[in-house]
Each structure stands twice: as structure tokens, then as C-alpha cells.
């Protein structure tokens, strides 16, 4: 059973770079042929999708966050991950990876979601 | 950017009674590429349902999807109690992918 597990510091400074990995188990990130996703929900907001990749590394990304963000994919440690520039009290969010739906922006397993503050 | 509006905000029913949760979009949704997710405390999002009247593989048949357009809904034949959760639609038809900002069914 696929498992995807969000890792990385619960606390940013403003101004520097959020780092997280989506740990991936009991599957090959690269097979299949799926999309893997970054999602966040800032305190008391809805859902905001922030980009997607493929294994081979094609991306794309939402243009409100597409001058801040970069998604990249390690397939020999079965993970990806997601770095997010220049952040302010505006990132403080949960922040979930997930896989998609095989040929579809729909998002089938999510990981449980790690918590990142943005405070000096 | 679509944006979403779901209603209403809560619900309060009874196990057994019947949900009817609703999803518009403020311009039309390409292909009624249209989904539902389930999120419960301490448990990650499921998704329920897809091209808004598919079933994700699992999902129970209480759970359906119908609309298109800019109208959608998603009704839950009658409520179990593992149902008392919060339910979010997202659209896929159009880049940046969006979502709504959820429904709560409550007890």
C-alpha cells in the first residue's frame, strides 16, 4: 500500500527557504507514470495546490507561487521535494504531498501533512 | 482562477439522514472536471469522487456526485457515522487547480 510520508523543519525564518520532502513508500515513485503534488492549507484557509511533477522531472506549478517555488524529484531515494523561496508569515501553512489520479489533476493519496511555521 | 463557493458552510444532520452538499464555480468548469475529498481528524484526505459523478475506487455507493457547469453537488444517501467529516471540491479543468473552502457535516 502506497504511503507518502511530508518531512522537514516546523519552523522557518522569514525571508529564507521552506524545505520539505514527500518520502515515498511501499511503491516506485517511478513507475506508473503519475503526477506528484504539493498542496498547503494556511491556518483556517482552504486548500491551495502548489505544483506538480512527473518523475522525469517535468513540472508545473501555480502562478501565484511560480516565482518562489521549485518541486524537483529524486527517484533513487524515492522521494521529492518542495523549496519555496523568500517566505513570509503569508507561508505558514500545512503542507501535504500527494500523488495524483494516473492522467488526471485529480489528487488519490495523500500524505498526513506537516505543519510549518514562518516566525522569526 | 476559478474560485470556488461550497454550501453551506456546516451541516447538521443525524446518522442515518440524508447530505446534501453543494460546489459553484464562478465560471464554468472544463469537461466537469469536477472532485470531492473527505477529510477526517488524524486521517489523510480521501478522495471520494472525480469528473464530478465517478467514484473513487472504494467509495461506498451513498456517495454521488452530480452537476456540471458551474453547479455541483454531492449527496450522501444516508449518513454513517464514519461520514461526520469535512468535505472539500476541487476543479480540475483549468490551471491554477483550485478548491473550495469546505463543508462540514457535523452530528
Known amino acids: 500500500q502506497l504511503h507518502l510520508q511530508e518531512s522537514g523543519p516546523g519552523l522557518v525564518r522569514p525571508s529564507e527557504t521552506l524545505s520539505l520532502n514527500c518520502i515515498v513508500s511501499?511503491?516506485?515513485?517511478?513507475?506508473?507514470?503519475?503526477?506528484w503534488v504539493w498542496i498547503r492549507q494556511p491556518p483556517g484557509k482552504g486548500l491551495e495546490w502548489i505544483g506538480s511533477?512527473?518523475?522525469?522531472?517535468?513540472?508545473y506549478y501555480n502562478p501565484s507561487l511560480n516565482s518562489r517555488v521549485t518541486i524537483s524529484v529524486e527517484t533513487t531515494k524515492n522521494q521529492f521535494s518542495l523549496n519555496l523561496r523568500s517566505v513570509t508569515a503569508a507561508d505558514t501553512a500545512v503542507y501535504y504531498c500527494?500523488?495524483?489520479?494516473?492522467?488526471?489533476?485529480?489528487?488519490?493519496?495523500w500524505g498526513q501533512g506537516t505543519k510549518v511555521t514562518v516566525s522569526s | 482562477e476559478i474560485v470556488l463557493t461550497q454550501s453551506p458552510g456546516t451541516l447538521s444532520l443525524s446518522p442515518g439522514e440524508r447530505a446534501t452538499l453543494s460546489c459553484r464555480a464562478s465560471?464554468?468548469?472544463?469537461?466537469?472536471?469536477l472532485a470531492w475529498y473527505q477529510q477526517k481528524p488524524g486521517q489523510t484526505h480521501r478522495l471520494l469522487i472525480y469528473a464530478a459523478t465517478s467514484r473513487a475506487t472504494g467509495i461506498p455507493d451513498r456517495f454521488s456526485g452530480s452537476g456540471s457547469g458551474t453547479g455541483f453537488t454531492l449527496t450522501i444517501s444516508r449518513l454513517e457515522p464514519e461520514d461526520f467529516a469535512v468535505y472539500y471540491c476541487?476543479?480540475?479543468?483549468?490551471?491554477?487547480?483550485?478548491f473550495g473552502p469546505g463543508t462540514k457535516v457535523e452530528i
Open positions: 500527494a500523488r495524483h489520479l494516473q492522467g488526471s489533476d485529480v489528487f488519490e493519496i
Open positions: 476541487q476543479q480540475y479543468g483549468t490551471t491554477p487547480l483550485t
Open positions: 511533477i512527473y518523475y522525469s522531472g517535468a513540472t
Open positions: 511501499g511503491g516506485s515513485i517511478s513507475s506508473g507514470g503519475y503526477y
Open positions: 465560471q464554468s468548469i472544463s469537461n466537469n472536471y
